[in-house]
């Protein structure tokens, strides 16, 4: 079955604190995987995908095979950073599954 | 111009209502979408059309009726809807190729009384 999976509904860490958002995913084919962000009244959007290799904002993800995750992880997390992030897996040209999504809070 | 604009941003109808959603792009992407979305809870697909033409539906129920007039519009009619269709409805665009990511608007928060 195809999935994704974000273990935490809620993370919390304190400002300048590392960050890593869990993402492990099922999926049978080559699997192509993104971070989605909605900050407080905006738009989801576009955080970065596993095929630029890009740091957007500094995160990074890497997709690791042998493990099915693509975890996101920033070193020092900033209090701009606190959002809704959403992993998700594209299954087909069109389809898209997503994670339930984690809240990153920084605390000041 | 790099957005992808819905309108209106809220709606409150009765159950026998008809109404539409309306969005819109102008960033040459043949794909768009329409997803729901309940509080606290990821996007959920219901239509996609590619080139115009109608590619997934996602057994939504016939009270939702989408509509592609052309490459950059796309609409959303809503006839006899449930209390429980109420939800943020996202509408979203990207190009047909592999790689290429999803645009969302911002919504339109619908209630249904």
């Known amino acids: 079955a195809q999935r994704v999976t974000q273990p935490e509904k809620l993370l919390s860490v304190f400002k300048g604190a590392p960050v890593e958002l869990k993402c492990n995913y099922s999926?049978?084919?080559?699997?192509?995987l993104f971070w989605y962000v909605q900050y407080s009244r905006q738009r989801l959007q576009l955080l970065l995908r596993?095929?630029s290799r890009e740091s957007i904002k500094g995160f990074t993800a890497d997709l690791n095979k042998g493990e099915t995750s693509f975890h996101l992880k920033k070193p020092f997390a900033q209090e701009e950073d606190s959002a809704m992030y959403y992993c998700?897996?594209?299954?087909?040209?069109?389809?898209?599954?997503f994670g339930t999504g984690t809240r990153l809070k920084v605390l000041a | 111009d790099t957005e992808v604009t819905q309108t209106p941003k809220h709606l409150v109808m009765g159950m026998t209502n008809k109404k539409s959603l309306k969005c819109e792009q102008h960033?040459?992407?043949?794909?768009m979408y329409w997803y729901k979305q309940k509080a606290k809870k990821p996007p959920e697909l219901m239509f996609v059309?590619?080139?115009?033409?109608?590619?997934i539906n996602e057994s939504v129920p016939s009270r939702f009726s989408p509509e592609c007039p052309n490459s950059s519009l796309l609409n959303l009619h809503l006839h006899a809807l449930q209390p429980e269709d109420s939800a943020l409805y996202l509408c979203?665009?990207?190009?047909?190729?592999?790689?290429?990511?999803?645009?969302f608007g911002n919504g339109t928060r619908l209630t249904v009384t």
């Open positions: 979203a665009s990207s190009y047909r190729d592999r790689d290429f990511p999803l645009h």
């Open positions: 999926y049978s084919g080559s699997p192509e």
């Open positions: 596993h095929i």
């Open positions: 998700a897996l594209r299954s087909g040209t069109y389809k898209y599954i």
């Open positions: 960033m040459g992407h043949r794909a």
């Open positions: 059309y590619s080139y115009e033409k109608l590619s």
